[in-house]
């Protein structure tokens, strides 16, 4: 399955993004979704997954309350709300799939997309 990350780019600190995730290639339903990050300097990072229908989530603490991750099965796109955001928000955000869920904690996945860059100014 092939990944394309959007909607990044440059924010106030306590704003608003949506960052999109299509997905090609393969049946999107069969594929648990996911959203990472690498912080400038830092490893990759876990933010947020759904399973294959979008009935289940789970966040990282860090962004528990700010970020809602959902998914469209009918438009083959994932979604990642960022809300109240943070200077330490700012990383590269990717979206990555897997037919399994993925064992935490680092929810390694089999598909990555590549990255879009979200940055949060104070």
């Known amino acids: 399955v092939q990944l394309q990350a959007s909607g990044g780019g440059l924010v106030q600190a306590g704003g608003s993004l949506r960052l999109s995730c299509a997905a090609s290639?393969?049946?999107?339903?069969?594929?648990?979704m996911g959203w990472f990050r690498q912080p400038p300097g830092k490893e990759r990072e876990f933010v947020a997954i759904?399973?294959?229908?979008?009935?289940?989530?789970y966040y990282a603490d860090s962004v528990k309350g700010r970020f809602t991750i959902s998914r469209d099965n009918a438009k083959n796109t994932v979604y990642l709300q960022m809300n109240s955001l943070k200077p330490e928000d700012t990383a590269v955000y990717y979206c990555?799939?897997?037919?399994?869920?993925?064992?935490?904690?680092?929810?390694?996945?089999?598909?990555w997309g590549k990255g879009t860059q979200v940055t949060v100014s104070s």
């Open positions: 759904i399973n294959w229908s979008g009935g289940g989530t």
């Open positions: 290639g393969r049946t999107f339903s069969n594929y648990v």
């Open positions: 990555a799939a897997d037919s399994n869920w993925p064992r935490p904690p680092r929810y390694d996945m089999d598909y």
